[in-house]
């Protein structure tokens, strides 16, 4: 079994900052890309940023200079700095992994159970 488990979701102020981390635990031979996607109310899932295992970024348009993706190889996690925050960013926060569960074998895509982000005064 593998699980994704976000943290470091919550309430924050318009220009506020939040930091979401996002675990890997289970059967893991290796972790390829991970990346962070939102929802918003009556909205479709989109993607916030991604990171390549070499450490490649890309953002969305409407996070970038805001936000920063960052993952720690050595311990299957993925971080997202979320700076100056902005009520739009109110979501759903979802951490993605693809994951290779053994040696030569297929990789698979695996999410977290979301943490919600609030930005209101």
């Known amino acids: 079994q593998v699980q994704l488990v976000e943290s470091g979701g919550g309430l924050v102020q318009p220009g506020g900052s939040l930091r979401l981390s996002c675990a890997a635990s289970?059967?893991?031979?290796?972790?390829?890309?991970m990346a962070w996607y939102r929802q918003a109310p009556g909205k479709q899932r989109e993607l916030v940023a991604f990171?390549?295992?070499?450490?490649?970024?890309k953002y969305a348009d409407s996070v970038k200079g805001r936000f920063t993706i960052s993952r720690d190889n050595a311990k299957n996690t993925v971080l997202l700095q979320m700076n100056s925050l902005k009520p739009e960013d109110t979501a759903v926060y979802y951490c993605?992994?693809?994951?290779?569960?053994?040696?030569?074998?297929?990789?698979?895509?695996?999410w977290g159970q979301g943490t919600q982000v609030t930005v209101s005064s």
């Open positions: 993605n992994a693809d994951i290779m569960r053994v040696a030569g074998g297929h990789q698979y895509a695996y």
């Open positions: 289970g059967s893991i031979f290796s972790i390829n890309a």
């Open positions: 990171i390549t295992r070499g450490g490649t970024t």
